[in-house]
């Protein structure tokens, strides 16, 4: 049975401490629905309504183009280890872009001012719904640890390499929409 609470309790900040992966979900009215995995290394719960991600450079933007049009997101938790159990948080959100005062003080504040290769931007979350659900489908997963992957990416593009591939692919959405990415 699903249940609502208006903020996030220490009994689910615990749940969410012990996840090692999450889900963003977001769109616009006449956009693709996005949902995309995160590790829960970049992940903060900052209040009991509020959350933000350290976002480092994929393949695209998706994200970021829906906060600009639009700003509905929702982070999914599911626990893949242990008692089943779903967690959801709705609400609005917002991107802080990496050369704004906003986003140095919060990466030295929730995240010891350590800013890995590729970090694009901080998404900020306000929380106006927490809705929890069984989980009884959702299968048991052993974890095995983080890929190196996106690590050696960042490491092989380099500074330069990573704006680069930026201004190719992150500056508008699969729809068309910009992502304000170098937006002032």
Same mark, same amino acid.
């Given at each position: 049975? /699903?249940?609502? =609470? !208006? !903020?996030? #309790? #220490?009994r689910l900040r615990d749940f969410i401490a012990r996840q *090692?992966? =999450? =889900?963003? /979900?977001s769109a616009t009215a006449a956009s693709r629905v996005n949902i995309s995995p995160r590790e829960t290394l970049c992940l903060r719960i900052i209040s009991p309504n509020t959350a933000i991600y350290l976002d480092r450079t994929g393949s695209g933007n998706e994200t970021s183009a *829906?906060?600009? /049009?639009d700003g509905r997101l929702t982070i999914m938790f599911c626990a893949m280890e242990g008692p089943p159990m779903i967690l959801r948080l709705y609400g609005r959100g917002r991107i802080i872009r990496r050369p704004s005062p906003e986003y140095r003080e919060l990466l030295y504040t929730h995240y010891d001012g350590d800013?890995?290769?590729g970090a694009r931007q901080i998404v900020w979350l306000d929380i106006d719904l927490v809705q929890t659900s069984c989980g009884f489908g959702v299968?048991? =997963?052993? $974890? @095995?640890? @983080? %890929?190196?992957s996106l690590d050696n990416w960042a490491n092989a593009k380099g500074p330069d390499g990573i704006?680069? $591939?930026? %201004? @190719?692919?992150?500056?508008? !959405?699969? #729809?068309g929409l910009p992502t304000g990415l170098f937006d002032d």
């Amino acid at each position: 049975m /699903a249940k609502q =609470f !208006s !903020s996030i #309790d #220490d009994r689910l900040r615990d749940f969410i401490a012990r996840q *090692h992966i =999450f =889900f963003t /979900a977001s769109a616009t009215a006449a956009s693709r629905v996005n949902i995309s995995p995160r590790e829960t290394l970049c992940l903060r719960i900052i209040s009991p309504n509020t959350a933000i991600y350290l976002d480092r450079t994929g393949s695209g933007n998706e994200t970021s183009a *829906h906060m600009k /049009a639009d700003g509905r997101l929702t982070i999914m938790f599911c626990a893949m280890e242990g008692p089943p159990m779903i967690l959801r948080l709705y609400g609005r959100g917002r991107i802080i872009r990496r050369p704004s005062p906003e986003y140095r003080e919060l990466l030295y504040t929730h995240y010891d001012g350590d800013e890995p290769l590729g970090a694009r931007q901080i998404v900020w979350l306000d929380i106006d719904l927490v809705q929890t659900s069984c989980g009884f489908g959702v299968p048991l =997963f052993n $974890y @095995e640890g @983080e %890929r190196p992957s996106l690590d050696n990416w960042a490491n092989a593009k380099g500074p330069d390499g990573i704006e680069e $591939y930026w %201004r @190719e692919k992150n500056t508008v !959405s699969m #729809d068309g929409l910009p992502t304000g990415l170098f937006d002032d």
